[in-house]
């Protein structure tokens, strides 16, 4: 199914429940956490969007000129692209809340949305990497946010994780964060911290 653009899965949810976008990391598509966002919000309206840029021949959201380095204008347009897409959906759908939960280039993109335009009520972004001073935004004073990370991410410094997360806390968001011992993989802690978050949002 494609909508605006984005080949997607959707799962429609109960009337007047949340809607959850949940976004993969570079190489993965659709299917990557679809499944994890259902048990998540059983109630909830789902939709998995697939990344529009091929990255030799990986799936992404935005493009970049290399490890960390990002196509500035590129994550401009997949920024106004992605808030359309968001926006539209949730109206289709009557959803109640606009959730959110990125891996990855997911969570670069879902982080990137909300400093520029708020819009997500609530986000789990894990391992993001956000390699630029964010612009101040007060629309993120009542937003709910959290941040998994690893302590030895190589593609996700500590330093750049803790600053987001700072970011954030400056915007009177209300953040949560959440680390393990390892690199850019997926704990079972982070698992169980996300369902915490998640529940709390029911």
Not at 160 to 173: G, P
């Amino acid at each position: 199914m494609t909508n605006n653009g984005y080949v997607h899965r959707l799962h429609a949810g109960a009337p007047g429940k949340p809607i959850l976008f949940v976004l993969h990391g570079t190489g993965g598509d659709e299917n990557q956490f679809f499944d994890f966002g259902r048990r998540l919000l059983p109630e909830a309206t789902i939709v998995s969007p697939r990344g529009d840029v091929s990255e030799y021949g990986a799936a992404r959201f935005f493009k970049r000129t290399g490890e960390g380095v990002y196509d500035m204008a590129d994550l401009a347009r997949a920024t106004d692209k992605m808030s359309g897409y968001v926006q539209d959906l949730a109206s289709t759908h009557g959803a109640s809340r606009i959730l959110g939960l990125g891996f990855s280039n997911g969570a670069n993109i879902l982080a990137n949305v909300l400093i520029e335009k708020g819009l997500f009520d609530a986000a789990a972004l894990l391992h993001p990497l956000i390699p630029f001073q964010p612009r101040a935004n007060p629309d993120l004073s009542d937003r709910t946010i959290l941040i998994t990370a690893g302590q030895r991410d190589p593609i996700s410094p500590v330093a750049l994780t803790e600053a987001l997360a700072a970011y954030f806390e400056s915007q009177n968001a209300q953040v949560q964060t959440e680390w393990h011992s390892g690199g850019h993989d997926i704990r079972p802690n982070e698992i169980e911290a996300i369902g915490r978050f998640f529940s709390e949002l029911a």
